[in-house]
């Protein structure tokens, strides 16, 4: 139980994701704290660090967690950040509780280990319910991602999104308050369902809310939700995840003006994987410019990348494809331009001479 000099009457609750999967005997790596009782002198006296200027949440000085002082959050512009935040002690438990999301996120624990849960959560846990709190949550745009996600995090288990919830979020994106949203944070919450036991419920319900298009750069449909899943079979990264699904939605156009910022190298290989699909390299010249389109030369880990996720959602990269590929690659990846500047060729004479080695290799293996 952490203890405040400066404030002996402060209690200290663990909160949120760790009493929700404490509960349900869920793996967790983080554990959240709010502070009742107590002001930002209280903690920076007793050497936590506190993140931002402006918002209550404080690092441990030893173990790095998150204790957030008690608050209440008043809604004063649109998005993520429209929010004005008031946090001192006079803040109670239930009222910070009543700020969240969802009601299996609105319980705490006492040091004791007394669950203390104004909304339902552990009813809501039993019924295998994600559930707002309360009519504010629909101030909070981001909260339809989150949702989301919990629903691919605990779909496996039952889990599903109660109807009036469902209700909100369609008014949410009604309302045009997803384009608010940082791209960068849609991307993160995106990236996070990705990573789930069941990523495909993440896209599923976003499509069901008519916001794929309005989240994505591209519309969600059934043949790329089946290609998510294809990958996240061989796979656990969301790195391979994007490229399944955003490669095979691709087919049905690309939104304009999407609500998402993905980083380069997932766009990047994305883009790899979709000019490939169906079109396996069947000669030398198809499969050096095969490994020269993924820069296999540079990067070797890009052409494994594009191989795992083509050789899920493709039919046509079977195993005996992906095995010439590969050792084709294998054939030439050792072909440098040191040996030819040693024969005293120059400049564009290299890049010509190791083109020609490459192709001799290839065809040797391809004439087979």
């Avoid at 989301?148 to 994106?173: N, S």
Wanted: net charge negative; with cysteine.
């Amino acid at each position: 139980m952490t203890t405040f000099d400066s404030a002996p009457t402060a209690r200290v609750y663990k909160v949120g994701g760790a009493v929700r999967d404490s509960l349900l005997n869920y793996p967790h790596s983080e554990t959240d704290w709010v502070v009742v009782g107590a002001t930002p002198e209280t903690l920076v006296s007793s050497g936590f660090k506190q993140v931002g200027a402006d918002f209550p949440v404080f690092l441990h000085p030893l173990t790095g967690e998150e204790f957030a002082l008690a608050r209440t959050e008043r809604k004063s512009g649109r998005g993520y950040h429209g929010f004005a935040v008031h946090a001192d002690p006079s803040v109670t438990l239930e009222e910070d509780l009543l700020r969240r999301d969802l009601t299996i996120n609105a319980m705490a624990m006492d040091d004791n280990g007394e669950i203390i849960d104004p909304h339902g959560g552990q009813r809501d846990l039993d019924a295998k319910v994600l559930r707002h709190v309360s009519a504010n949550f629909s101030e909070d745009p981001l909260r339809v991602l989150r949702t989301c996600r919990f629903a691919a995090r605990y779909h496996h288990l039952g889990f599903t999104v109660a109807k009036e919830t469902m209700a909100l979020m369609r008014d949410i994106v009604a309302r045009g308050e997803l384009p608010t949203l940082a791209p960068d944070r849609v991307w993160r919450e995106t990236e996070k369902a990705l990573a789930e036991k069941s990523p495909r419920i993440y896209f599923a319900i976003i499509r069901s809310l008519n916001a794929d298009s309005v989240i994505f750069p591209f519309t969600v449909s059934e043949c790329s939700l089946d290609a998510l899943d294809l990958v996240a079979i061989n796979s656990p990264s969301s790195f391979h995840r994007w490229a399944g699904i955003a490669s095979s939605a691709m087919e049905n156009g690309q939104a304009t003006t999407p609500s998402i910022k993905v980083p380069k190298r997932y766009g990047q290989l994305c883009e790899r994987v979709h000019a490939c699909r169906g079109k396996p390299p069947k000669s030398a010249e198809a499969a050096l410019a095969f490994l020269e389109h993924f820069d296999a030369f540079r990067q070797g880990s890009q052409l494994t990348d594009g191989l795992l996720v083509l050789g899920a959602i493709d039919e046509s990269f079977d195993e005996p494809q992906i095995s010439r590929i590969e050792q084709g690659y294998q054939l030439v990846a050792g072909i440098s331009g040191e040996q030819f500047a040693n024969r005293g060729l120059k400049g564009p004479e290299i890049k010509t001479a190791m083109s020609a080695e490459r192709m001799r290799q290839l065809n040797a293996l391809y004439s087979r």
